[in-house]
Nanobody, 122 residues
Framework: QVQLVESGGGMVQAGGSLRLSCAAS????????MGWFRQAPGKERDFVAR????????SYTDSVNGRFIISRDNARNTVYLQMNNLRPEDTGLYYC???????????????WGQGTQVTVSS
């Protein structure tokens, strides 16, 4: 079993930056792809970014490509999402996930965190 705990969310003005962290405990996540999803009020949970177990392969949804960077530190069992040049449309509850058989359009993951809120004001 794996437990995921996100942190780092908050309120920021458009153009600002935040860094999210996802700490994993329990079974090691070193062999899993891990990623981030977000859910705006009244909308579906959408893929944001994912990273391979080695960190050598990353993928991003088009709307964040060039602004967000996903990274991981397997020694610390932690995944990060550096979010730069934030926009109001980036607002949502951000979830960390691991061991996903599907990432988009509808995620199917074995492990989810509880989410951390990101609010971007214009």
């Amino acid at each position: 079993q794996v437990q995921l705990v996100e942190s780092g969310g908050g309120m920021v003005q458009a153009g600002g930056s935040l860094r999210l962290s996802c700490a994993a405990s329990g079974r090691t996540v070193g062999t899993y792809y891990m990623g981030w999803f977000r859910q705006a009020p009244g909308k579906e949970r959408d893929f944001v970014a994912r990273i391979s177990w080695s960190g050598s392969s990353t993928s991003y949804t088009d709307s964040v490509n060039g602004r967000f960077i996903i990274s991981r530190d397997n020694a610390r069992n932690t995944v990060y999402l550096q979010m730069n040049n934030l926009r109001p449309e980036d607002t949502g509850l951000y979830y960390c996930a691991a061991s996903c058989s599907a990432w988009w359009p509808k995620p199917d993951c074995n492990y989810w965190g509880q989410g951390t809120q990101v609010t971007v004001s214009s």
